[in-house]
């Protein structure tokens, strides 16, 4: 069976610009989760999605964050203008159900805002 | 208060010996709760599951629930060098709630 699937897997920009991030969930996967991981820290979810709708986006910057899930399967999030502090691995993660919530993440893309 | 709290380490063991991770959580109508291995520079892969109090084993990992505490760990048996990863504690809260909350993680070190 095979993983979540994320891309690009790095990517270096300047402050201000826009960056998207894309992920493929594992087949059948209805949940899709788009986390932030700082150095050092835990994952911090941005958003949830449950097939097409959107479940919790209360830590998601929305004046600068944004995600859509197009057809229930992959998923984009952008970040738009980005901040030094958006720096981090930006991982996504799918579920089978909301429950019992065992989630399994993809490689992750390391997001470097100079 | 966080909501999930681990001890960031670095925790170090030697070989063979039993790693024993700790997590405390502030909701007490969480349900369940999970341990991630994350080795450097890689994602979080799930080794662990527990709902009920009491242990579940699984080869030489064994997690513990105390929900009267607040209080799970986790046990690793015959410690190995390729153990050694950081360890994330995660809990999805109470009733309504759907989302996971991850403590900061133990950094584990396996000393041949």
């Known amino acids: 069976e095979a993983g979540v699937a994320q891309s690009p897997r790095y990517k270096i920009i300047e402050k201000r610009q826009s960056v998207a991030f894309w992920c493929n969930p594992i087949?059948?996967?209805?949940?899709l989760y788009w986390y932030q991981q700082i150095l050092g820290q835990g994952p911090k979810l941005l958003i949830q999605?449950?097939?097409?709708?959107?479940?919790?986006d209360s830590q998601l910057p929305k004046d600068r964050f944004s995600a859509e899930r197009l057809k229930g399967v992959d998923s984009t999030l952008k970040i738009q203008p980005a901040k030094l502090e958006d720096s981090a691995v930006y991982l996504c993660?799918?579920?089978?159900?909301?429950?019992?919530?065992?989630?399994?993440f993809g490689p992750g893309t390391r997001l470097t805002v100079t | 208060q966080k909501e999930v709290e681990q001890n960031s380490g670095p925790l170090s063991v030697p070989e063979g010996a039993i790693a024993s991770l700790n997590c405390t959580y502030s909701?007490?109508?969480?349900?369940?709760f999970f341990w991630y291995r994350q080795y450097s520079g890689k994602s979080p892969e799930l080794i662990m599951s527990?709902?009920?109090?009491g242990d579940k084993e699984d080869g030489r990992f064994t997690a513990q629930l105390n929900k009267a505490s607040q209080y799970v760990s986790l046990l690793i048996r015959d410690s190995q060098p390729s153990d050694s990863a950081t360890y994330l504690c995660?809990?999805?809260?109470?009733?309504?709630?759907?989302?996971?909350?991850f403590g900061q993680g133990t950094r584990l070190t396996i000393n041949p």
């Open positions: 909701d007490r109508g969480s349900q369940s």
């Open positions: 995660a809990v999805k809260r109470g009733q309504g709630a759907q989302k996971l909350v």
């Open positions: 527990i709902y009920s109090n």
């Open positions: 993660a799918s579920s089978l159900d909301p429950v019992p919530y065992e989630q399994y």
């Open positions: 999605f449950q097939n097409n709708g959107v479940v919790d």
């Open positions: 087949s059948g996967h209805a949940t």
